[in-house]
């Protein structure tokens, strides 16, 4: 005697019997998160389960609370969140991994574009290399506290420069110095050693003071078409 099934091959099975058989096989489910749990792992609640999985490594885009994500493993004991569905707050994103991170392309370009501010931040340190940098600003704000620079040649054009600080020090081989007006006010003494000195104006050379002494070892030399003294 036959005895024909009474149950529909079109039928789906219960809510009751999809959670058996997950329970007891493999995993694939939709949640919420609810919590992050210590060491990596997170609390998803998915058909009023709650399952507790672990981050796969291809989910780059870190779980917040209350985002709609994937949860899939061969066990209901062992569980990795997959992908994130859909945020809860689509404001915020971060990408987060537990060690180094290289982000490289073999025969193309990178870029990296934000619509209002792109912030780099090294804990330790912040290294480019590259053979041409290139930077080009509106504005810039530059706050070092020691600044160190070593390179073969340097080059400014600027329309008006103004430097301020407590010392300043220059040591060269070659000074050279061309304006057309040139303005120098020292409120202490200015000296100035030099083998040779030479000053030559075309047109009046004048040096005053309230007293005034010019000294010379061997030689002194006035000579003009017209000398006044007194």
Not at 191 to 212: F, K, W
């Amino acid at each position: 005697m036959n005895v024909a099934s009474l149950r529909s091959p079109s039928i789906q099975p219960t809510a009751t019997e999809q959670r058996t058989s997950a329970e007891g096989g493999a995993v694939n489910a939709l949640g919420s998160v609810t919590s992050a749990l210590p060491g990596g792992l997170y609390s998803v609640e998915s058909d009023g389960r709650v399952l507790h999985c672990q981050r796969a490594a291809s989910c780059l885009l870190r779980p917040e609370i209350g985002d709609l994500v994937l949860v899939s493993g061969p066990d209901a004991k062992r569980l990795y969140l997959t992908a994130v569905a859909e945020q809860a707050d689509a404001r915020t994103s971060r990408l987060d991994v537990s060690g180094d991170l290289t982000l490289a392309s073999e025969r193309g370009a990178v870029s990296i574009e934000s619509a209002t501010r792109l912030s780099l931040q090294g804990r330790e340190r912040l290294c480019m290399d590259t053979p041409q940098l290139e930077i080009d600003a509106d504005t810039a704000d530059c706050r070092v506290g020691r600044l160190a620079y070593q390179g073969e040649e340097a080059e400014a054009r600027v329309l008006s420069m103004r430097v301020i600080g407590r010392v300043y020090e220059v040591i060269v081989d070659r000074l050279v110095h061309l304006s057309k007006t040139a303005f120098r006010m020292t409120e202490g003494i200015d000296q100035v050693r030099a083998s040779h000195i030479d000053y030559q104006a075309s047109e009046m050379a004048r040096l005053h003071g309230r007293n005034t002494v010019v000294t010379a070892q061997d030689l002194i030399k006035a000579d003009a078409s017209q000398i006044h003294m007194g």
